[in-house]
């Protein structure tokens, strides 16, 4: 193949990677980078290949390519994605030496320290994650979700009376998270502020009708249900029983297999 072919060659594979990527079609892009790489090899090609094959759930091949990428090449980007890969695949230790590495090389990106903070988070580093995410949110004080990260970690830190000025600020940009509103109410609730509380819940409770009824925490327990299970107990102290009542009643039959004593999280 002389010289003239061998760009034609990449020029058509690259222009197929854009229209791919456009489509989101992986599987495809995987395949072209793959007949690219017989005949050229660059960082870039490295880190493509790496990212679709993050998409497809190709963990281990992706976290091959996008080492071989930091090889060649060392990027933020790089290190992002093979943070990601190396998080889905339970490395929680090699993704947080990668998102620090990407913070490192670009420690101007918001998301990069959020990646840093959620890794922490994850290995009970709390207080250490509320510093990362106070950095992205410095970086990035429009994100919602950073204050909510943030609020749940001080509450996991045992700080949760400054969670509430997070979760307010979270609610602020994002009014229709109902997450936030759940949190917040929890707080007032091991406080017993039961008027707070009382407020809060009743918020979640009209934002899950106005989004469709059963609405679904990240591991698919409905918020309606938590509330409702949360909420009974405000009842109970406020002493108004038969509300409590009905309300552990509806969250038991939407839900019979739920672990009451686990579910408020």
Known sequence: MDAKEKDEKILYYLAKV????????YTEIVKTIKELLEIDEKADYYGIIGLAEYKLGEYEDSITHLDK??????RAD??????????????KK???????????????????Y?????????????????????KAIELGPKEDTYYGMRGLSKVKA????????????????????????????????????YENASEYYEKVLALCKEQGGDVFD?????????????????????????????MLTVSINKDPKLDV?????
């Open 218 to 246: 990240a591991v698919g327990v409905s918020y309606l249900v938590k509330c409702y299970l949360r909420y009974a107990r405000v009842k109970v102290a406020q002493g108004d029983y038969q509300a409590a009542q009905e």
């Open 114 to 134: 959020s990646n840093v903070a959620s890794i922490k988070y994850d290995m009970g580093q709390y207080d250490e994650a509320i510093e990362d995410y106070s």
């Open 94 to 112: 090699g993704a947080l030496y990668a998102y620090e590495k990407a913070v490192e090389m670009n420690p101007k990106s918001d998301y990069y």
């Open 69 to 74: 990428a930091i090889e060649l090449s060392p």
């Open 158 to 193: 045992g700080r949760a009376d400054e969670a509430i000025e997070d979760y307010i600020s979270a609610i602020g940009i994002n009014k229709n998270e109902i997450e936030y509103y759940y949190r917040l109410a929890n707080i007032y609730l091991e406080k017993k502020d």
């Open 261 to 265: 004593d686990n579910a408020g999280d």
């Open 18 to 25: 854009v229209q791919d990527l456009a489509l989101k079609n």
């Open 78 to 91: 790089y290190y992002c994605n093979l943070g990601m890969a190396k998080d889905a695949i339970k490395d």
